[in-house]
């Protein structure tokens, strides 16, 4: 994208065990308490020293300790809403001039996600959204950080194999070197020629660390066309080109993409499943330009063949009431409209007056209280 476009009582021993063993599970924890949403403190966690990890060391998968299960006691503790709001952010370039409203610099990223981290979000991808694959620490928020094109400013290796400094990856390993519950991923919806290498090695190189280091490459079709004026066979290739480049580089198929200036083709459907010349597509989400925060992924009115996001941006203009300074400062304010996890990824922890905004096919793990 390249342009801006929306109590229950505890019966029994076993319970009071499981209850037990979740506190002092998360008691147990470094780097956190556990934050209450909606509570004056909720999310302002004190971090383990820059030191505690190196940048380059992939996170081990967030959420709760081993062997925990969430109750309605617990999920009443920590304030859990797993059918609330999700902020998905858009980035695009990353440089220290900015040459459009949508381009951020390195200082305003790196503020953006210290700002993340401190106030209890831990990153997840696209994939893991879209599908419902939830893995954050109980109290905590999910949020999704994309970016479009693929461009240079997103990712290099410099001449160890290392993230080049300045480059937004390098700039969310150093925010999770200092802040170790703040899990370094995102989402890179990539082009034809992914981060600007023209070499099939270089191309593949990328990639390779990527995958490797829990990120996720995804599509963005082969040279972001509005889709809505293309005809649906030229639709499909546009995104089964990318598809065959990645299964050429040696990556795994996308589960998701991201429209070309948020722009659904005609006949929607097509943006989500198709083939083109034998090769075929099935994304689990499709990705709007966006304006607000995601519902729920276990929410009957998510969509997703349409999911929101919001433009990394502060609020200026346009952006006054609809990018992401507005929206994270707006979510704050209203906690009880936010994503808030349980710590358990089997589960889904609601309180009662939001049972019925689940879908059925999720109604046996829905905790409500």
């Known amino acids: 994208m390249r342009l801006p476009a929306s109590s229950t009582k505890i019966i029994g021993l076993a319970n009071v065990v499981v209850v037990t063993v979740a506190v002092i599970g998360l008691s147990l924890m470094p780097e956190q308490e556990v934050p209450h949403a909606g509570s004056a403190s909720a999310g302002k966690v004190e ?135 703040f899990r370094p991923t995102a989402t890179f919806w990539i082009n034809h020629e992914p981060f600007g290498l023209r070499d099939e090695a270089a191309q593949a190189a990328a990639l390779r660390w990527l995958n490797e280091h829990g990120y996720e490459v995804a599509n963005h079709t082969w040279s972001h066309p509005n889709l809505r004026v293309l005809r649906k066979r030229k639709v499909r290739e546009q995104i089964g080109r990318i598809e065959r480049l990645l299964k050429k580089l040696g990556a795994p198929p996308s589960r998701t993409m991201a429209l070309p200036y948020g722009s659904m083709p005609h006949g929607k459907k097509v943006a989500r499943t198709g083939s083109w010349d034998g090769t075929r597509y099935d994304f689990a989400g499709v990705f709007l330009a966006g304006a607000e925060p995601s519902v ?67 109604g046996l793990q829905v905790i409500a209280y």
Request: aromatic share 8%.
């Open 296 to 362: 729920s992924p276990y929410a009957k009115s998510f969509d997703r063949g349409a999911i929101q996001r919001i433009q990394s941006n502060g609020k200026k203009g346009e952006c006054r009431k609809w990018c992401s300074q507005y929206w994270l400062e707006w979510l704050d304010k209203h906690p009880g409209k936010r994503y808030v996890s349980d710590g358990d990824p089997e589960r889904i922890s609601i309180p009662r007056a939001a049972r019925g905004n689940i879908i059925p096919k999720r």
């Open 47 to 181: 971090e383990s020293p820059p030191s505690a990890a190196p940048a380059d060391t992939p996170a081990t998968p967030p959420g709760q300790p081993p062997g925990v299960v969430a109750t309605p006691e617990f999920a009443r503790q920590v304030r859990a809403n797993e059918a609330g709001l999700v902020p998905v952010l858009m980035y695009h370039r990353i440089q220290r001039k900015r040459l459009a409203s949508i381009d951020r610099t390195p200082d305003q990223l790196r503020k953006e996600l210290e700002r993340l981290a401190r106030e209890g979000y831990v990153p997840i991808t696209a994939a893991e959204f879209a599908t419902g694959d939830i893995h954050v620490p109980a109290g905590r928020y999910p949020v999704v950080l994309t970016f479009d094109d693929g461009h240079p400013s997103h990712f290099a290796l410099d001449a160890n194999g290392n993230p080049a400094p300045g480059t937004a990856v390098a700039i969310i390993q150093e925010v999770a070197a200092r802040y170790p519950s």
